[in-house]
């Protein structure tokens, strides 16, 4: 069987589902794809799915479905999609096994 391009937590299913219900707009689900950008090179950037996208690969995983862009497909393999809230931080968190590595701040990585 191959490897997931992602898996999602329970905690970031659930905020999936949240942000789905809570959307102005119909949308299928959440995007979540990369860009060039910080002090280590790239970013995760996660917006909503009105609609699949050329190329794009679907996970549907905890009852959410989440479109990955093409382009950042090698960057992500195998990744974990959390979600978060505490004192420092509230959002999604990727666990990435090809990161090698974060920038002080932790908005951005490296592979």
């Known amino acids: 069987m191959a490897t997931p391009v992602i898996t999602l937590t329970a905690a970031a299913a659930e905020r999936v589902k949240k942000l789905i219900g809570d959307s102005d707009k119909p949308v299928l689900g959440l995007r979540v794809g990369v860009n060039t950008r910080g002090c280590s090179g790239l970013s995760y950037v996660v917006e909503y799915a009105e609609e699949q996208k050329r190329f794009e690969d679907v996970v549907e995983d905890k009852g959410v479905k989440i479109f990955i862009d093409p382009t950042a497909v090698m960057f992500l393999l195998g990744s974990e ?27 951005s990585f490296h592979v």
Request: with cysteine.
């Open 81 to 107: 999609m959390d979600y978060v809230e505490d004192k420092f931080h509230t959002g999604f968190v990727f666990n990435n096994p090809n990161e090698k590595g974060r920038c002080g701040c932790g908005e």
